[in-house]
Nanobody, 121 residues
Framework: QVQLVESGGGLVQAGGSLELSCTASGIIFSINQMGWYRQTPGKQRELVAT???????NYADSVKGRFTIFIDSAKHTVSLQMNSLKPEDTAVYYC???????????????WGQGTQVTVSS
């Protein structure tokens, strides 16, 4: 079965940078969109950025100008370069693939296990 695995989280001071990466593994025919979401305790998971294989990128207003999302369709990998980090960016970041065509059929709304990003002031 297809799995999404994130990496790159950690602890950084305000103003610093981190790069997150997520790779889908398994027998995959196509992934046309991937994205990043984040969640803090007691809050709903929120959209950070999405990107299509086009590529066409969309960002939450709170991260525009600071974060950049990239996709490598051949490697089924999505990355998120995060610059000028703020304490408000502290969250668990989750990779998402809404539709994945696999050898076992279509899988919907796949999520990674999450990677912690902590920004100190």
């Amino acid at each position: 079965q297809v799995q999404l695995v994130e990496s790159g989280g950690g602890l950084v001071q305000a103003g610093g940078s981190l790069e997150l990466s997520c790779t889908a593994s398994g027998i995959i025919f196509s992934i046309n969109q991937m994205g990043w979401y984040r969640q803090t305790p007691g809050k709903q998971r929120e959209l950070v950025a999405t990107i299509t294989s086009g590529p066409d990128a969309n960002y939450a207003d709170s991260v525009k100008g600071r974060f950049t999302i990239f996709i490598d369709s051949a490697k089924h990998t999505v990355s998120l370069q995060m610059n000028s980090l703020k304490p408000e960016d502290t969250a668990v970041y989750y990779c998402n693939a809404p539709i994945v065509a696999t050898n076992r059929g279509i899988q919907y709304d796949l999520w990674g296990q999450g990677t912690q990003v902590t920004v100190s002031s």
